[in-house]
Nanobody, 121 residues
């Protein structure tokens, strides 16, 4: 089970950190990822991290601004978001799966309920 937190309203140029708490065993065996879905758009891959945390992947739209990390001792994954833009407004979802680089939703087995991020201009 995955539960996101940390969403909210922020001004353009600001920062926000999302957290995702995972329950159950075997957390470190799963790749973790962050997806987002903007109003009227399909859900898209944002960032992924390997089970060990030593490899990360980013979509072009967030690369250089967002950082994904994880703490396997706490069963937590984070998304640090800097230089936020209005187009980053979306519901952000945490996901667990087999590979950290896949943008295909079918490869991600577990999903959280999402947390809203709104960036005002």
């Amino acid at each position: 089970q995955l539960a996101e937190s940390g969403g909210g309203l922020v001004q353009a140029g600001g920062s926000l950190t999302l957290s995702c708490a995972a329950s159950g065993r075997g957390f470190s065996r799963h790749a973790m990822g962050w997806f987002r879905q903007a109003p009227g758009k399909e859900r898209e891959f944002g960032a992924g991290i390997s089970g060990s945390g030593d490899t990360t992947y980013y979509s072009d739209s967030v690369k250089g601004r967002f950082t994904i990390s994880r703490d396997n001792s706490k069963n937590m994954v984070y998304l640090q978001m800097n230089s936020l833009k209005p187009e980053d407004t979306a519901v952000y979802y945490c996901a667990a799966g087999a590979v950290p680089y896949s943008d295909y939703e079918g490869t991600w087995a577990y999903w959280g309920q999402g947390t809203q991020v709104t960036v005002s201009s």
